[in-house]
């Protein structure tokens, strides 16, 4: 080359690259336009209805009567208000926590106590944070109960929190697990951003710690979890599990109130519905374009800071009030945690009393035999759709990386169109697409099955599965590639005898993430399993409406327990593995 480069394809010699380039660029396209089929499928299944064309039902015509009767809906301003609220308050404040977290703490010990700190309160599942929240900061919960004495309280406070009208709590909740999520990502960024030289740099011209990440580091790391930031927006506008929790209920959320409507006997509001799927994608593409706009603002304050001179140096609260939302989103998903741990073996316990007056495992044992049969769907259902996602995902990543030439030292990034493909189940709204699933399941006359529901699965598992994998794939040192080569290894057996043993600590991690995402999927398997295929989560979402908080401790105990042992699993298996082998357990 002109300037002396050379171009590098990850060590492996010309003849493998060469030898069907085709092939290797078409598989990430084709996988990743599976994954992505089901949503343009799912929301063709709801158009027609809602413009009154469903021959099942004796629709024969097109029509705008399920959009008049739409509007007709009492309410529906407020719950689609609140849905596009809750899009942007949430993610505004999960992205807003998570850069002056990463600003204020890179590269010290509290990252790294943050960081060994993702896989459990990743394990936990949307619904069972949401009780475990719930039973905190309910008038008769944990908080109100030591706060009793000092403040003099007898019985509850007459207070609404849990299911107030402008869903603050369910908001809370949604935060307190978006900063994981968020966290996640950025550290999978940050390397890239290379935050040591370029903090370097601005330190030396006199930025304090915070305003040299934020105006150097931080914009880059941005622009790579871009994506993932659209899906938190996506997902809180349109969430279901968490809003039967912890939102209001008159009037709830637009999601909720879609739900509703699904599962209602009368079969004639399925066009009602499919009308409200569609406005639920507009509230969505709304939120989301409301974001990208500010996206562009918070650019423009950005600039006009840097352009001031101001440089920060004085920023020792700052950074005290940077570890407080991260601090209270981990806090309150570990004491919601133990909160439903107390209950589930709680005997007697009356307000104001600190902790139960007995423990008892006889809630457990009246429950237990009764979610034997939900825990093994789930296992099976999250271990199937974990290990599918796993092999299409290593399959998108390895292929890519050896089709694309690069130049030495270049680290391959995925084509954004195919990222957009793979992450665009979690940026169109779950309700909108997966009820139109429901529909053209039901009108060709299938009956729900396991596969049928570790397809639906995986379609959500794929892009965490990637979302995980990408950066240690990506980022393992090509050399390896060029020895293998050297001994005459192929493909194939660079990746089983190399590339698979360095990576097998984030594999096992993206797989554990896939399996925690496919346990807390409510809305997919409550409508492909049509009620025959239940989850631990669905019946612990089921049993919200009872009232009886022992049993839903035990089985969002249960919802919990199931992906942790997961994400333990593969934080030892490397251990075990490599326990004489140090250097490659941290590969």
Same mark, same amino acid.
């Given at each position: 080359?002109?300037?002396?480069?050379?171009?590098?394809?990850?060590?492996?010699?010309?003849?493998?690259?060469?030898?069907?380039?085709?092939?290797?660029?078409?598989?990430?396209?084709?996988?990743?336009?599976?994954?992505?089929?089901?949503?343009?499928?799912? =929301?063709? $299944?709801?158009? !027609?209805?809602?413009?009154?064309?469903?021959?099942?039902?004796?629709? #024969?015509?097109?029509?705008?009567?399920?959009?008049?009767?739409?509007?007709?809906?009492?309410?529906?301003?407020?719950?689609?208000?609140?849905?596009?609220?809750?899009?942007?308050?949430?993610?505004?404040?999960?992205?807003?926590?998570?850069? !002056?977290?990463?600003?204020?703490? *890179?590269?010290?010990?509290?990252? @790294?106590?943050?960081?060994?700190?993702?896989?459990?309160?990743?394990?936990?599942? *949307?619904?069972?944070?949401?009780?475990?929240?719930?039973?905190?900061?309910?008038?008769?919960?944990?908080?109100? +109960?030591?706060?009793?004495?000092?403040?003099?309280?007898?019985?509850?406070?007459?207070?609404?929190?849990?299911?107030?009208?402008?869903?603050?709590?369910?908001?809370?909740?949604?935060?307190?697990?978006?900063?994981?999520? =968020?966290?996640?990502?950025?550290?999978?960024?940050?390397?890239?951003?290379?935050?040591?030289?370029?903090?370097?740099?601005?330190?030396?011209?006199?930025?304090?710690?915070?305003?040299?990440?934020? *105006? #150097?580091?931080?914009?880059?790391?941005?622009?790579?979890?871009?994506?993932?930031?659209?899906?938190? %927006?996506?997902?809180?506008?349109?969430?279901?599990?968490?809003?039967?929790?912890?939102?209001?209920?008159?009037?709830?959320?637009?999601?909720?109130?879609?739900?509703?409507?699904?599962?209602?006997?009368?079969?004639?509001?399925?066009?009602?519905?499919?009308?409200?799927?569609?406005?639920?994608?507009?509230?969505?593409?709304?939120?989301?374009?409301?974001?990208?706009?500010?996206?562009?603002?918070?650019?423009?304050?950005?600039?006009?800071?840097?352009?001031?001179?101001?440089?920060?140096?004085?920023?020792?609260?700052?950074? $005290?009030?940077?570890?407080?939302?991260?601090?209270?989103?981990?806090?309150?998903?570990?004491?919601?945690? =133990? %909160?439903?741990?107390?209950?589930?073996?709680?005997?007697?316990?009356?307000?104001?009393?600190?902790?139960?007056?007995?423990?008892?495992?006889? #809630?457990?044992?009246?429950?237990?035999?009764?979610?034997?049969?939900?825990?093994?769907?789930?296992?099976?259902?999250?271990?199937?759709?974990?290990?599918?996602?796993?092999?299409?995902?290593?399959?998108?990543?390895?292929?890519?990386?050896?089709?694309?030439?690069?130049?030495?030292?270049?680290?391959?990034?995925?084509?954004?169109?195919?990222?957009?493909?793979?992450?665009?189940?979690?940026?169109?709204?779950?309700?909108?697409?997966?009820?139109?699933?429901?529909?053209?399941?039901?009108?060709?006359?299938?009956?729900?099955?396991?596969?049928? =529901?570790?397809?639906? *699965?995986?379609?959500f598992v794929a892009p965490y599965v990637a979302l995980a994998l990408v950066g240690p794939w990506f980022a393992l040192d090509p050399r390896y590639d060029g020895v293998a080569a050297s001994l005459r290894h192929g493909p194939v057996a660079t990746l089983l005898r190399i590339r698979i043993p360095l990576l097998l600590a984030p594999i096992l991690t993206a797989f554990a993430i896939?399996?925690?995402?496919?346990?807390?999927?409510?809305?997919?398997?409550?409508?492909?399993?049509?009620?025959?295929?239940?989850?631990?989560?669905?019946?612990?979402?089921?049993?919200?409406? $009872?009232?009886?908080?022992?049993?839903?401790?035990?089985?969002?105990?249960?919802?919990?327990?199931?992906?942790?042992?997961?994400?333990?699993?593969?934080?030892?298996?490397?251990?075990?593995?490599?326990? @004489? +082998?140090?250097?490659?357990?941290?590969?």
């Amino acid at each position: 080359m002109p300037d002396g480069r050379k171009t590098a394809r990850n060590g492996s010699n010309d003849d493998d690259v060469s030898a069907s380039p085709r092939l290797l660029r078409a598989i990430p396209w084709s996988i990743a336009g599976l994954l992505a089929a089901p949503v343009a499928v799912g =929301l063709a $299944g709801v158009v !027609l209805p809602a413009f009154g064309y469903l021959p099942a039902l004796g629709g #024969t015509s097109l029509s705008l009567g399920p959009f008049r009767e739409l509007l007709a809906q009492p309410g529906l301003f407020a719950s689609s208000l609140l849905s596009f609220a809750s899009g942007l308050v949430t993610t505004a404040l999960s992205v807003l926590a998570v850069s !002056l977290f990463l600003a204020a703490f *890179h590269g010290t010990g509290a990252m @790294r106590i943050a960081r060994r700190a993702l896989g459990p309160l990743l394990a936990i599942p *949307h619904a069972a944070a949401a009780f475990g929240l719930a039973f905190l900061i309910a008038p008769s919960g944990l908080l109100f +109960r030591l706060a009793a004495a000092p403040l003099g309280l007898d019985r509850p406070p007459d207070l609404l929190i849990v299911g107030d009208p402008l869903g603050l709590s369910m908001m809370a909740g949604l935060i307190a697990k978006e900063i994981p999520f =968020l966290m996640l990502v950025a550290f999978a960024a940050l390397p890239q951003a290379e935050p040591q030289r370029r903090t370097m740099l601005a330190r030396s011209l006199g930025y304090g710690r915070m305003a040299a990440f934020l *105006h #150097t580091v931080w914009p880059s790391v941005y622009r790579q979890i871009r994506l993932p930031v659209l899906a938190v %927006v996506a997902f809180a506008s349109s969430v279901v599990d968490v809003a039967l929790i912890l939102g209001p209920s008159v009037p709830p959320t637009l999601a909720v109130r879609l739900l509703q409507w699904m599962g209602d006997p009368d079969l004639s509001l399925r066009f009602l519905a499919s009308a409200g799927a569609l406005l639920q994608l507009a509230v969505t593409a709304g939120a989301l374009l409301v974001w990208l706009g500010l996206e562009r603002l918070c650019a423009r304050l950005g600039a006009a800071i840097a352009a001031r001179g101001r440089r920060g140096t004085n920023d020792g609260a700052a950074r $005290g009030l940077a570890m407080l939302p991260v601090a209270l989103a981990g806090l309150s998903l570990a004491l919601g945690l =133990l %909160v439903l741990a107390i209950w589930s073996f709680a005997g007697l316990w009356s307000f104001p009393d600190p902790l139960p007056q007995a423990f008892t495992t006889q #809630t457990l044992e009246r429950a237990l035999p009764r979610a034997e049969g939900p825990i093994v769907t789930t296992a099976m259902v999250a271990g199937l759709s974990g290990v599918i996602a796993l092999l299409a995902v290593v399959a998108m990543l390895e292929s890519h990386r050896r089709a694309v030439p690069r130049l030495a030292g270049e680290r391959p990034v995925l084509p954004s169109l195919i990222a957009g493909l793979l992450y665009l189940p979690l940026i169109v709204p779950q309700i909108a697409f997966v009820f139109g699933l429901q529909i053209l399941v039901v009108a060709s006359g299938f009956e729900p099955s396991l596969a049928f =529901l570790v397809a639906v *699965h995986l379609v959500f598992v794929a892009p965490y599965v990637a979302l995980a994998l990408v950066g240690p794939w990506f980022a393992l040192d090509p050399r390896y590639d060029g020895v293998a080569a050297s001994l005459r290894h192929g493909p194939v057996a660079t990746l089983l005898r190399i590339r698979i043993p360095l990576l097998l600590a984030p594999i096992l991690t993206a797989f554990a993430i896939g399996f925690a995402v496919s346990v807390g999927q409510y809305l997919p398997t409550v409508l492909i399993g049509a009620g025959r295929l239940t989850t631990i989560t669905t019946e612990a979402v089921a049993l919200a409406s $009872g009232g009886n908080r022992r049993i839903v401790g035990v089985y969002a105990l249960l919802q919990t327990i199931v992906p942790a042992l997961v994400f333990l699993a593969a934080s030892l298996v490397p251990v075990l593995v490599y326990r @004489r +082998r140090r250097g490659m357990e941290g590969a």
